[in-house]
């Protein structure tokens, strides 16, 4: 049998249910609020401290998330994911709150948003981790699941930017942080009344021995790192610098609203990815989202070359059905080759590695830029794609995973 046949159920198991739809609300709501946010940092604030402000902003969430994500899956197998994730949204709830209160006054000064921003990324830190966890306990069929969830992403940031520009023309940035609070209080309350099968109790042990075992269990196996070893490379050339660069070379180009209408046709393509996803059952799964995401080569590449809209369209439509694709094979593969009890600790090596990667990647982007033109930049994204498919169809471990049963 071929990555590509299907194996097909003689009977699936029903997927909404009481507890995958509570799961499935708070993670719609909260991930529109998510999607939000962006938006809003980079109008409200860029009005009033311009981009190094946002740069500053937005750094440090994304440091303090990296700097404590690690502590987060220990603590999301120590206490339950999803104790951690509703007090984590409960937090945000305070953290947006605030925000919005300050913007309804006037001004807020800067250290505030930069402080908030910190509370906020720590947060995530807690939140995230156990988002790969919960799946299983909340559906029994995780890839139909995954796929639902990457649906819903996909809607959340086609509506979340265009809802954040509409109220802050409307009315005022803090209405966003205020919408992007209740977004938050909602999926902790959906969190909140989730009851799930109770897990064994485990020997206490300290923290820095339960980060050695998250991480003993991450290195063990060879197709996870291998992947992320590939993903670190891949957020640096290629999924970081892309937003900066294909956004300035666009709208050099096209026009600023270019730019927006390619970002919504890249949802609609994962869109597409996520309800292929719900179809096709691999039976290698890795292999197949690896053979997909090679059709992600045609965002970067329409990018730097092309001056057509319709063709600039077709490949964000392209690369948002192939990232989508790859992203729920991954998802489900993580979730089903790793024992629960470890699961949200090695969901943290993953996004540590992952998100680190993008970090520099965003970083290096504007001094690339004095080496080498944007387009010139992208082509190189692209060919970091294709050779990064290569090499994933190339490591035996990652080619040879089997779906689990």
Same mark, same amino acid.
């Given at each position: 049998? *071929?990555?590509?046949?299907?194996?097909?159920?003689?009977?699936?198991?029903?997927?909404?249910?009481?507890?995958?739809?509570?799961?499935?609300?708070?993670?719609?709501?909260?991930?529109?609020?998510?999607?939000?946010?962006?938006?809003?940092?980079?109008?409200?604030?860029?009005?009033?401290?311009?981009?190094?402000?946002?740069?500053?902003?937005?750094?440090?969430?994304?440091?303090?998330?990296?700097?404590?994500?690690?502590?987060?899956?220990?603590?999301?197998?120590?206490?339950?994911?999803?104790?951690?994730?509703?007090?984590?949204? =409960?937090?945000?709830?305070?953290?947006?709150?605030? =925000?919005?209160?300050?913007?309804?006054?006037?001004?807020?000064?800067?250290?505030?948003?930069?402080?908030?921003?910190?509370?906020?990324?720590?947060?995530?830190?807690?939140?995230?981790?156990?988002? %790969?966890?919960?799946?299983?306990?909340?559906?029994?069929?995780?890839?139909?699941? %995954?796929?639902?969830?990457?649906?819903?992403?996909?809607?959340?940031?086609?509506?979340?930017?265009?809802?954040?520009?509409?109220?802050?023309?409307?009315?005022?940035?803090?209405?966003?942080?205020?919408?992007?609070?209740?977004?938050?209080?909602?999926?902790?309350?959906?969190?909140?009344?989730?009851?799930?099968?109770?897990?064994?109790?485990?020997?206490?042990?300290?923290?820095?021995?339960?980060?050695?075992?998250?991480?003993?269990?991450?290195?063990?196996?060879?197709?996870?790192?291998?992947?992320?070893?590939?993903?670190? !490379?891949?957020?640096?050339?290629?999924?970081?610098?892309?937003?900066?660069?294909?956004?300035?070379?666009?709208?050099?180009?096209?026009?600023?609203?270019?730019?927006?209408?390619?970002?919504?046709?890249?949802?609609?393509?994962?869109?597409?990815?996520?309800?292929?996803?719900?179809?096709?059952?691999?039976?290698?799964?890795?292999?197949?989202?690896?053979?997909?995401?090679?059709?992600?080569?045609?965002?970067?590449?329409?990018?730097?070359?092309?001056?057509?809209?319709?063709?600039?369209?077709?490949?964000?439509?392209?690369?948002?059905?192939? !990232?989508?694709?790859?992203?729920?094979?991954?998802? *489900?593969?993580?979730?089903?080759? *790793?024992?629960?009890?470890?699961? %949200?600790?090695?969901?943290?090596?993953?996004?540590?590695?992952?998100?680190?990667?993008?970090?520099?990647?965003?970083?290096?982007?504007?001094?690339?830029?004095?080496?080498?033109?944007?387009?010139? !930049?992208?082509?190189?994204?692209?060919?970091?794609?294709?050779?990064?498919?290569?090499?994933?169809?190339?490591?035996?471990?990652?080619?040879? !995973?089997?779906?689990?049963?």
């Amino acid at each position: 049998m *071929t990555t590509a046949q299907l194996s097909r159920p003689t009977a699936q198991h029903p997927l909404w249910d009481r507890r995958f739809t509570l799961y499935f609300t708070a993670r719609a709501v909260s991930l529109l609020g998510d999607a939000m946010m962006p938006v809003a940092t980079a109008l409200a604030v860029g009005a009033l401290y311009g981009v190094s402000g946002v740069g500053a902003v937005l750094g440090a969430w994304t440091g303090t998330f990296v700097l404590l994500v690690l502590f987060g899956g220990v603590l999301s197998d120590r206490l339950g994911a999803r104790r951690l994730m509703v007090g984590a949204d =409960l937090v945000r709830v305070g953290t947006q709150g605030a =925000l919005a209160a300050a913007f309804f006054a006037g001004p807020p000064p800067f250290w505030l948003l930069v402080a908030l921003a910190s509370v906020a990324g720590a947060a995530v830190a807690m939140f995230l981790p156990g988002v %790969n966890g919960m799946v299983p306990l909340v559906a029994r069929d995780t890839q139909r699941a %995954n796929a639902t969830l990457k649906v819903a992403d996909a809607l959340a940031h086609l509506l979340g930017p265009a809802l954040a520009g509409l109220l802050i023309a409307l009315t005022d940035a803090g209405a966003v942080y205020a919408v992007d609070a209740a977004t938050f209080l909602l999926s902790a309350l959906c969190l909140g009344l989730l009851r799930l099968p109770d897990s064994p109790s485990l020997p206490r042990t300290s923290l820095r021995v339960e980060l050695h075992q998250g991480w003993r269990e991450f290195r063990d196996r060879p197709w996870m790192w291998s992947v992320i070893l590939i993903w670190l !490379l891949y957020g640096i050339l290629l999924f970081g610098p892309l937003v900066p660069l294909s956004s300035a070379l666009i709208g050099a180009r096209l026009g600023p609203g270019s730019y927006g209408l390619a970002v919504s046709f890249l949802g609609v393509g994962t869109v597409l990815g996520g309800l292929l996803a719900l179809r096709l059952r691999p039976t290698r799964p890795l292999a197949a989202g690896a053979a997909v995401l090679a059709l992600y080569t045609a965002l970067p590449l329409g990018t730097a070359l092309t001056t057509s809209l319709p063709l600039l369209l077709t490949a964000h439509v392209l690369g948002g059905a192939a !990232l989508a694709f790859w992203s729920v094979m991954w998802a *489900t593969s993580v979730q089903t080759h *790793t024992p629960p009890a470890v699961l %949200n600790r090695v969901s943290a090596y993953e996004l540590a590695g992952s998100i680190t990667g993008i970090t520099l990647g965003q970083l290096l982007a504007g001094p690339a830029t004095h080496l080498a033109s944007p387009s010139h !930049l992208l082509l190189l994204s692209a060919a970091t794609c294709l050779t990064g498919c290569a090499a994933l169809l190339a490591v035996p471990a990652v080619r040879g !995973l089997r779906r689990a049963p």
